[in-house]
């Protein structure tokens, strides 16, 4: 027997079935087991752990279309969950090369330990330049994913498994990944042979609502010169105002933002009222434009990269964004007191929006980089400029 024998006759070990039948094979990696979610593909180069960790993908299953995952391994800085021990909703990832040792000084632990460790199932040598070819042709396909490292599978359940899953429409998921209860925040950006440093003296007072928060956004809300309370989704306009905030930041999370916001548009809106400058990234952007009378509209294949040009109407430039988001703002249903501010320069769909003659603003795309371009640091200098000028009016 061949080489070349023995590896074609090697069983794959993990399977991603689609909704439609379709089977996929390849190898298991990460923890056993299978989950069912929606598949989508991210065309970042760089920062896998921080997309892994990140709660705006709860419910979904994440193609890699960058070949090379797990090559500088993994490590506990790059943990975006504000709970470094707790899971994301993410049901697991695809990878085209299977992941070899870890070659970095940063690197900890091999990547599929780490995703053992969280729970997360993996599957490699996915030919995933078809997989992403499909999802953009007919749109993310409900699937399951599964690793059992005997290769044993009942592929006709997991295929009826896939069919029955209902998708992320009107799931509320912001509840599961939410803070379980309020908690102040003090940690600044990370620094070359220093790591992540500890807040000073601060020159505003900042409620965040945690619809499924990243670290960085609040590091980034920080070093502006924040002080950071934390508050759960459900949060009330009572809960919120008593922080006496200087600001209201309404951050990213998952799942659809129209079940989000039947409970989270109402303290948004008495808050606004009360003249409290506010600032909305991805699904914040999504819930304030709820709250400002607006609709949102699934996306066909949703916007998943760290490469994404948006057109900043207010400054007249473009500027290089990091996405990840399967709905978005119905700009035809934005009222005339909602000005767009922001275009995706990709499907022409709303990035960005600001009410008039209020200090009220939010971007559907990650202003925090963490992965991803630094071109929209701006956005928090704005949001503090705002509630510099609120405090002196």
Request: proline residues 5%; charged residues 20%; glycine residues 10%.
């Amino acid at each position: 027997m061949t080489t070349a024998d023995a590896w074609a006759m090697k069983p794959a070990t993990a399977l991603l079935v689609l909704a439609d039948g379709s089977v996929i094979e390849g190898e298991g990696l990460g923890a056993t087991g299978e989950a069912v979610g929606e598949v989508c593909f991210n065309t970042a180069i760089t920062g896998y752990q921080e997309i892994l960790t990140d709660p705006s993908y709860a419910g979904q299953i994440i193609t890699f279309t960058f070949p090379h995952i797990g090559n500088v391994g993994a490590n506990d800085e790059d943990v975006e969950t504000v709970d470094m021990s707790s899971k994301t909703g993410i049901r697991g990832c695809v990878l085209s090369a299977s992941v070899t040792d870890p070659s970095n000084y940063r690197s900890a632990r091999h990547l599929d330990q780490w995703l053992k460790d969280r729970g997360l199932i993996g599957i490699s040598g996915v030919d995933t330049r078809a997989l992403t070819a499909l999802i953009r042709e007919k749109g993310m396909p409900h699937a399951v994913i599964a690793y059992s490292p005997d290769g044993k599978f009942d592929v006709e359940a997991l295929k009826k498994k896939a069919a029955a899953w209902p998708g992320l429409e009107g799931m509320d998921l912001a509840k599961d990944v939410t803070a379980a209860k309020a908690h102040d925040w003090s940690e600044t950006p990370w620094k070359w042979d220093e790591g992540y440093g500890a807040a000073g003296q601060s020159e505003f007072n900042v409620v965040a609502l945690d619809f499924g928060v990243k670290r960085n956004i609040l590091r980034l809300l920080t070093e502006a010169g924040c002080n950071v309370t934390v508050l759960p989704a459900n949060a009330t306009a009572e809960e919120i105002l008593s922080h006496k905030p200087d600001g209201l930041f309404l951050s990213n999370g998952p799942g659809d933002p129209a079940a989000t916001g039947e409970y989270a548009t109402k303290a948004i809106k008495s808050v606004i009222d009360a003249g409290i400058p506010t600032f909305g990234i991805c699904l914040g952007h999504q819930i304030l434009a709820l709250a400002l009378g607006g609709k949102t509209v699934k996306m066909h294949q949703g916007h998943h990269g760290a490469n994404h040009p948006v057109h900043d109407h207010t400054t007249g430039k473009v500027e290089i964004t990091s996405m990840n988001h399967g709905f978005a703002v119905d700009t035809e249903s934005l009222p005339e007191s909602v000005e767009e501010t922001h275009v995706s320069l990709f499907d022409g769909s709303n990035c960005g929006l600001k009410l008039k003659g209020k200090p009220v603003f939010s971007v559907q795309y990650h202003p925090e980089a963490s992965p991803g371009p630094r071109d929209s640091n701006y956005l928090f200098k704005r949001f503090t400029d705002y509630m510099r000028d609120a405090k002196a009016a």
